[in-house]
């Protein structure tokens, strides 16, 4: 989840609201398809076949699913408008991108402080204590023209809102 | 006319401030004064710069560009000593005085040093709260063959010390005054789990002592002796035994102090137009409902937000701190809020889970059925969750059963709650 | 034997190559027939437990899964065909009746396959239904025999006003409606598909005889509220919310027999919705036990006419049955606003099989013959003929209008659009697509937005593709069409045929 280096210090109007993801967990099937899906937009190849069976590393994804019966949702950053996380970073690897609002992350200036966990209230960071650094957050595909979990879900459950709110669809940019 | 804002401290909060102002009004002039040299960096990683875990490079959290960028007029090197509230100056220690239109007092905290017999300047005796402690411990050891250490005071200070001083295969042996370490953050059970930890990476640790006297050896320190009579023969010593707010700016003039600057809601002090926010402000505490210090980087970068759009014009409210730390000691992971360690009464509740053959511990303290306290080691995967539940005063009782469960998440909460997070904007830190 | 091990009906085969092991047809399937082995990190496959719904198909991102029909395993022949063995193989083990869903699928002559339209050519522009306005609107309800007017001057001219009242009439801006299905044979979001597509394109949708659950309440007035044998669900806000009423008599899947939704489907929803205690079952008696001879019929239907205060079309739906034309005239004359016949083609979420396949008569007979009876009897404008019975297309739908229906119902080729995969297993409750359950596990899957949004196209399509049919005659509105049977003629049909459908054959002239 590599984020533009410069962007990284520059203050952010305040008013730029990002593009959402929201889940309407009336609709989750809970097939757990946001997660390949997420998994083969960040991988090297973006090819789901070579993603999972390849050489290539398999990233985490920037999804956490929770299931309870017939109710699931899948749950990922939100990037709120006003991000704890951001305040928590202690290295700043946690940033906001001045373009799109969005709420990114330098993997290479990550200490592993999990501050950015302890302050999360969705919880949605995941830590990978293999490499002492925080190891996925959804960056909203900013390298894709879609979120690849919102393409891809098989019952609309997972929608895209712009800037004011209103549903975006996959060919709407 | 330009409104000049004056910012004393170049730390997250004084940091945080200048971004609040700069958003809301971008034609101010902005100036920090820092008494430090380096462009700015995150304290809480001295000591990872400490155990080699991490360049110098990687503890700066907004680098030069972001100055210019926002046009920050950033001074190094420079001490404020004196404030003229009256005239709205200050004097710095070379006697130059800087005007302000608006003042934000960010001068952070400094250590205690407890009297010590012997102890005046004496060479390898260090505090450990700044960069310079960090980058000064780093040369003594190299140029002194340092192989042993001892650490007073086994609060998260000493204690990150320590973890540093070990990743560069130092022996330490910590003496802490209380009954356990960790003794202001943790509970009993969850100080046992980490001392035996501890332990297990080599170190000593001794309880219930102090040190009453510092021996010098060919010019530096050699040794302690503990109140107990036991000697301590070591190379180095670090005081850390607490940190107090730095409120001297604040004497000889009207600002109300107490243990910090006093601050309302807006990060007002008792005087117009000056302002205090981080680790020197003792503002409102979420969940006494008075005021309290609360040193931790999260809150300071909040609070100094707050206190720059008031500062800007933008009336905003703090809602309050409370402490909130993730730490990682002796390779567990832990994270904690709130009141970790209740008083034994009736109006508290506490839930708790232990496995001490997989070092897991949590802890989760109730009042009126809304979290209070939390205390997780070993598993902190999706902590913030709690810390949601906290902010938001939520009664737990349809699923206090459930709260400690490996499952536990949003589908175990209320579908109200779990939809306002969905669609909502987050919660405040 | 007293087990025979049945051979699957299917074979599932998964790529290898293309198979990343997601598991998201394990977690899919309704019935279990996918499972994942973590130990040795395997996908497996039980294709016993398969219906051939392909839900696991259709989502698996890979494209790793075919399934298809498993056909060596029992030989066949023409007398004796793999169906017939399977199920006297079935009735060996079971003892009991076999049950199925969907429509038939018997190999009964398809007589809309043989029945083709007209064009114009020369002597009769057609029409470009982009250049020029087609009219599809139809009325549903009892047309009046002479219209009467009278005038008034006013300001030194003639202002004229209509002298007749005329009967509540259904306004559809196509000749499409969505046929009955019962909330408890069908889930929710089905129905609010289908009801919120019925609103937005301005037509009908129909609740069964299920009542009319509260969450479709603000689609109640495009709903047909439907009064069956059960009664369930009937009150008076009932009556009173629709927009028309329909006594059900019979339905083509299952002629003569009563319906039956078992106990363990009665669940909050729907005992509310029809109004009987959670956890019995809710029985369908085979006749209304209020109407055994057609007076009986004309009491209810006025009976239902006063409680709407004469406001709304009350309607009459039966299966079409051997004498099905004089069915329809004592209907008629006995008050109906408009009758519904059901053909052998319709479909329905549980039915014996053989009842299914064997009783009722093609519709596309059944409407010739209606609406033959009731112009020789000079009382075709009395009441609207809707026909149901499996249309699969718009050139079913513009035959059927052609041959002499107002309207056609659709229900089978709505749930298809749904998603539907005509398994044919509706009856066990565990359809994957969302559609015949009451499973939330299940019936999440039918986002009632995309449903809707599906709906709408199916109707939007057909509707164009009518129009592009209707111009390709040179008619410019199907009431032009309506009954015309000289725009059809027949291929393949022998004399006696063509004479109940009353079309001549390809090649002959007027």
Redesign the interface.
């Known amino acids: 989840m590599q984020g533009k280096h ?1 962007e990284m ?3 952010s ?2 008013n730029m609201k990002p593009r ?1 993801i ?2 309407r ?1 009336e609709y989750c099937i809970g097939c757990r398809l946001c997660e390949v899906h997420c998994i083969t937009q960040h991988s090297m190849s973006r090819n789901i076949i070579k993603a999972y069976r390849g050489t290539e590393p398999r990233p985490e994804s920037g999804i ?1 699913f ?3 019966g017939p ?3 899948a ?1 990922q950053c ?1 990037h ?5 996380c951001l ?6 690897a946690l940033y906001r991108d001045r373009k799109s609002g969005q709420v990114l992350y330098n993997k290479d ?1 990550c ?13 949605a ?3 990978d ?1 293999k490499n002492q650094r925080a190891g996925s957050k959804c960056d909203l595909c900013l390298e894709a023209e879609f979120p690849a979990c919102v393409a891809n879900c098989p019952n609309e459950a997972i929608i895209l809102l712009d800037e004011n709110g209103q549903r975006m669809l996959k060919n709407d940019d | 006319m330009t409104i000049e804002y004056l910012i004393i401290g170049n730390s ?1 909060a004084g940091i ?1 401030a200048a ?1 609040a102002i ?3 009004n971008n034609t101010g002039k902005v100036t920090i004064i820092s008494d430090e040299r380096i462009v700015n960096y ?1 304290r ?2 001295i000591s ?1 710069y400490l155990g080699g ?2 360049t110098e490079e ?6 030069r ?2 100055y210019s ?2 046009r920050i007029e950033l001074q190094t090197g420079r001490k404020a000593v004196s404030i003229n509230p009256g005239r709205k100056t200050i004097v710095l220690s070379d006697n130059t005085k800087i005007k302000f239109d608006k003042l934000l007092i960010a001068t952070g905290g400094e250590p205690i040093v407890p009297p010590i017999e012997g102890k005046i300047s004496m060479p390898g005796i260090f505090t450990f709260t700044k960069y310079d402690d960090a980058r000064q411990m780093l040369d003594y050891m190299k140029k002194n063959k340092v192989k042993q250490a001892v650490v007073l005071g086994a609060g998260l200070i000493g204690l990150k010390c320590t973890e540093g001083l070990l990743a560069q295969g130092i022996t330490v042996s910590i003496v802490e005054l209380a009954d356990r370490v960790l003794a202001n953050t943790f509970d009993r059970a969850a100080s046992e789990i980490l001392e035996k930890e501890l332990m297990r990476n080599g170190c000593r640790v001794l309880k219930n002592d102090t040190i009453v006297r510092v021996e010098k050896s060919a010019g530096k320190f050699a040794g302690a002796v503990l109140k107990t009579g036991r000697k301590l023969k070591a190379d180095m010593l670090v005081i850390a035994i607490g940190v107090v707010p730095r409120i001297g700016l604040a004497k000889g003039t009207q600002i109300k102090t107490s243990r910090g600057i006093i601050v309302n809601d807006r990060m007002q002090t008792s005087v117009r137009d000056i302002y205090a926010a981080g680790d020197v402000a003792q503002a409102a505490d979420f969940l006494s409902g008075g005021k309290s210090v609360t040193a931790i ?2 809150v300071a ?2 609070q100094g ?1 707050v206190a720059g759009y008031n500062m800007a014009g933008k009336s905003t409210e703090y809602s309050g701190s409370f402490a ?3 730490v ?1 000691l002796a390779g567990i ?1 832990t ?1 904690s ?1 709130g009141l970790t360690n209740p008083p034994e009464s009736p109006e508290y509740e506490v839930l708790v889970r232990t496995e001490p053959e997989n070092r897991f511990y949590r802890k989760i303290v109730l009042k009126n059925n809304r979290i209070v306290g939390f205390i997780t080691l070993g598993r ?6 709690f ?2 539940l906290i ?1 938001e005063r939520l009664n737990v009782s349809s699923y206090k059963n459930s709260l400690l469960s490996d ?1 536990f ?4 909460l209320p ?1 109200e709650y ?1 939809k306002h ?3 909502g ?5 | 034997m007293a087990k025979a091990k049945r051979n699957s009906e299917f074979i599932i085969e998964r790529d290898k190559e293309k198979c990343v092991k997601c598991q998201a047809c394990v977690r899919v399937c309704a019935n279990n027939v996918h499972s994942f082995d973590a130990g040795g990190d395997t996908v497996s496959s039980d294709p016993l437990l398969c219906v051939g719904c392909h839900f696991c198909e259709d989502i698996c991102p890979t494209g790793a899964l075919r399934i298809s029909r498993n056909i060596s395993d029992i030989k066949a022949n023409a007398n004796w065909s793999r169906e017939t063995v399977r199920s006297i193989t079935k009735q060996a083990e079971t003892g009991g009746i076999l049950l199925t869903g969907m429509g038939s699928d018997v190999h009964l002559k398809d007589y809309f396959r043989h029945i083709i339209l007209n064009a114009a050519q020369v002597t009769n522009p057609s029409i470009d239904p982009l250049r020029e306005p087609m009219e599809l609107k139809t009325f549903i309800g009892s047309k009046p025999g002479k219209v009467e007017y009278g005038f008034n001057i006013a300001g030194g001219r003639k202002k004229y006003f209509l002298k007749t009242s005329l009967p509540p009439q259904l306004m559809l801006e196509t000749p499409i409606m969505f046929s009955a299905m019962s909330f408890g044979s069908v889930s929710l979001n089905t129905l609010r598909s289908i009801a919120q597509a019925a609103a937005e394109y301005g037509t009908y949708w129909n609740t069964g005889e299920g009542g009319l659950p509260e969450e479709l309440k603000p689609f109640a007035n495009r709903a047909i509220v439907q009064v069956a044998s059960g009664r369930f669900g009937v009150d008076i806000d009932y009556l009173e919310s629709g927009a028309a009423v329909e006594i059900k008599i019979g339905q083509g899947a299952k002629p003569g027999i009563g319906g039956h939704l078992p106990g363990e489907k009665v669940s909050g929803q729907i005992s509310r919705t029809r109004m009987i205690p959670e956890g019995t079952d809710a029985l369908s008696p085979a006749p209304h036990h209020d109407i055994y001879s057609i007076e009986d019929l004309r009491q209810l239907i006025y009976a239902l006419k006063e409680a709407v205060c004469y406001r709304k079309p009350v309607g009459v739906k039966i299966a079409a049955v051997h004498n099905v034309a004089a069915i329809v005239s004592g209907i008629v004359r006995a008050g109906a606003d408009y009758v519904a016949i059901d053909g052998i083609r319709g479909g329905t979420g549980a039915a014996p099989t053989v009842i299914r396949d064997n009783v009722g008569i093609p519709i596309e007979l059944a409407i010739a013959v209606v609406d033959q009876r009731l112009r020789e009897e000079g009382i075709r404008h009395q009441a609207s003929v809707i026909a149901a019975g499996g249309f699969r297309s718009s050139a079913d739908v513009i035959k059927a209008i052609a041959l002499g229906a107002d309207a056609v119902y659709i229900g089978t080729a709505a749930l298809v659009a749904l998603g539907c995969h005509i398994c044919q297993k509706c009856y066990t409750g565990k359809c994957n697509w969302g559609i015949a359950t009451q499973d939330p596990y299940l019936t999440r899957r039918l986002n009632p937005e995309i449903g809707a949004r599906r709906a709408f196209n199916l109707l939007r399509a057909w509707s164009v593709e009518i129009k592009e049919m209707l111009g390709g005659m040179g008619i410019n509105a199907i009431e032009s069409l309506r009954g015309n049977r000289e725009q059809l003629r027949a291929v393949g049909l022998d004399e006696k045929e063509r004479e109940i459908l009353g079309i001549k054959h390809a090649g002959e002239t007027w």
């Open positions: 410069g210090n520059k203050t109007k305040k959402r929201v889940l967990e956490y929770e299931e309870s109710v699931s949702f749950l939100r709120c408008d006003d991000p704890p305040y928590s970073c202690l290295t700043g200036k200490v592993g402080c999990w501050m950015c966990i302890m302050s999360c209230p969705l919880g960071i995941k830590p204590f | 997250t945080n971004e700069r958003e809301t995150s809480p990683l990872h875990k991490i990687k503890m700066i959290f907004r680098d560009e972001f960028d926002n980087w999260p970068a909040r937000r909130m730390n993730s990682e992971p994270i809020f902190i995967e999706r902590a913030g969750i810390l949601g902010r499952s998440g949003f589908l175990l579908s779990r997070l969905v669609t904007n987050g919660i405040e830190v």
